[in-house]
């Protein structure tokens, strides 16, 4: 695959050119769709850094990320099912109860990547772009523990049944607890949790579910109230009016390089390839079964 989106001539130290390349196709497609129907989004995580310090992806990064609210991202869900290309594409939607997720995956058919935590599971393995749940947050600070604790919850119940043990600790124990629960447990009433605030004129949003501990996941209101392109390798792509505000509080030195051992931890992928279907290297993907326990 040519690299027609990437920047002329940029380094490629770390071999993930052609695979940023494929991903960057995928979230073409979404802006595309976004424009069309009005629907919104922004960069997040190392995506919106890579905005701000590289001008498209950080050269190690194997992923891209995006925010979406509650309505918007079920305004985008049902565009896409109904006109959708589903020849090329797939929407891959974690944890869905009543129509509410913990984060969603647009994935690209007839291309492969493995993740060591959900390698032998019957699902979908395609190269994908993180759609991730930018929640209504709450002004009281107990109540925004308490919606936290719920989303962290989420997130132990889902790394628990993907067999991930942790490194011992509290975090450790939970794991091992939480095997023995159903996969499903509490998930409605976790998510409910995530959502009640939505439709509440807060002046905060927050990012739970995710790595972001308690404080480092919570965000004024106002650096989402407009969203901006900006140039992201050879395209243009959305961020919050706030961009350097939302960075500081959730990485701080965000401009800082980090270390090798923190940049291998970061990554996801195990394989990929962009012009393989995942099912040529796992003979024993079927029917998708295992996604309805996906977290």
Same mark, same amino acid.
């Given at each position: 695959?040519?690299?027609? #989106? ?34 919104? %989004? ?26 979406? /609210? ?31 997720? /913990? ?9 492969? $990547? ?38 962290? %919850? ?31 447990? #509490? ?9 009640? $605030?939505?439709?509440?004129? /807060? ?15 919570? $965000? ?26 939302? #960075? ?5 030195? %965000? ?38 326990? #996906?977290?």
């Amino acid at each position: 695959m040519e690299n027609i #989106l990437m920047k002329e001539k940029s380094l490629d130290p770390y071999g993930l050119r052609e695979l940023q390349n494929c991903i960057l196709g995928i979230m073409v497609y979404i802006d595309e769709i976004c424009q069309e129907h009005g629907i919104e %989004y922004c960069l997040m995580g190392g995506s919106a850094i890579g905005a701000k310090r590289h001008s498209g992806f950080i050269p190690w990064d194997d992923d891209l990320d995006i925010f979406m /609210t509650p309505d918007n991202y079920e305004k985008f869900r049902q565009v896409f099912n109904a006109l959708g290309d589903k020849g090329r594409f797939y929407l891959q939607e974690y944890g869905l109860v009543d129509g509410m997720v /913990t984060l969603s995956k647009l994935r690209l058919n007839g291309t492969t $990547y493995i993740e060591e935590i959900v390698k032998d599971w019957d699902m979908h393995h395609g190269v994908y772009v993180d759609i991730f749940i930018l929640h209504s947050c709450p002004n009281n600070r107990l109540l925004q523990l308490y919606q936290c604790l719920w989303a962290k %919850y989420t997130i132990l119940l889902g790394l628990s049944h993907r067999g991930y043990a942790g490194k011992g600790g509290l975090a450790g124990l939970l794991l091992k607890i939480f095997k023995i629960f159903p996969k499903k447990f #509490l998930l409605r009433q976790a998510l409910k949790e995530q959502y009640r $605030y939505r439709h509440r004129r /807060t002046n905060y949003y927050c990012n739970f579910l995710g790595k972001a501990v308690f404080t480092q996941g919570i $965000y004024e209101r106002k650096w989402f109230e407009e969203y901006l392109y900006v140039p992201f390798e050879q395209v243009e792509l959305k961020v919050p009016v706030g961009l350097h505000e939302f #960075l500081t509080k959730r990485f701080g030195n %965000y401009m800082r390089v980090p270390s090798p051992e923190q940049i291998k931890a970061g990554q996801h992928v195990l394989k990929w390839d962009v012009k393989r279907d995942f099912r040529e290297l796992m003979p024993h993907i079927h029917s998708f079964s295992d996604e309805k326990f #996906l977290l």
